[in-house]
């Protein structure tokens, strides 16, 4: 049976995304910093030739263990779940072969036909909430398994349903203090919701950035919130 998990990027304070990080600010990466500490977020997955291969970024890229999760990751996918916020960004920033190949189903309050896409990739657009959503995107994924790729706040409402079965996260050594926060609007959960899912936490480790990840744990994260502690 296909499974339902969520696969993102995380801060070491517990964001997903930085402050300042709108539609509205798109255009100005400088406002609160946000281009920059995005850029210190994702690092990490540029870096990987199986990321750049899929983007078309070009040549090269880091092979290894990531790559090989993240190659992996991606080929278990039969259909993606996102919010609206989280398609109009990838709207304006994603290649015209969208990164995905699989059906996309995009929650939003907004009638619009399905958007196709070359290489495979065919955003649906879903007015009648998240449990038609999931109920399409289990229809479309051919046995294989349903990706909710974001944003927090849809994380949050799947969560919410109990109908997350693993939690695919990159732990960044980053700190934002401020943003979009997976981990809030939960409710508690139970054994008629399935309880919480399993989690296959990535940490996101070099030399560089260990004393500053022991530095966080040591003073407490709160006490060095906002300062980036990833090396270059």
Do not use: C
Not at 178 to 183: D, V, Y
């Amino acid at each position: 049976m296909s499974k339902v998990f969520v696969n993102i990027g995380l801060s070491l304070d517990g964001y997903m995304a930085p402050e300042g990080m709108t539609m509205e600010n798109w255009d100005k990466p400088e406002y609160k910093n946000w281009g920059a500490k995005w850029g210190a977020l994702m690092r990490w997955i540029f870096n990987q030739q199986f990321f750049r291969e899929n983007l078309k970024l070009g040549a090269g890229g880091e092979t290894g263990p990531i790559n090989d999760m993240l190659r992996k990751t991606t080929e278990r996918i039969g259909a993606n779940i996102m919010g609206k916020r989280m398609f109009e960004q990838g709207e304006r920033a994603w290649p015209e072969e969208a990164p995905f190949h699989t059906p996309v189903y995009v929650l939003t309050h907004e009638k619009r036909e399905p958007w196709v896409r070359p290489g495979g990739t065919t955003f649906y657009f879903v007015n009648d909430g998240a449990e038609s959503a999931l109920r399409q995107a289990r229809e479309s994924a051919g046995g294989r398994d349903i990706r909710i790729a974001g944003g927090a706040d849809v994380i949050q409402q799947y969560l919410n349903m109990g109908v997350i079965d693993e939690l695919e996260i990159a732990l960044a050594p980053v700190l934002f203090s401020s943003g979009r926060r997976l981990f809030e609007h939960l409710d508690e959960p139970n054994a008629t919701t399935g309880g919480s899912p399993n989690w296959r936490p990535w940490v996101l480790d070099d030399a560089a950035s260990r004393p500053f990840i022991q530095e966080a744990l040591d003073l407490g994260i709160n006490s060095i919130q906002g300062r980036q502690i990833v090396k270059s």
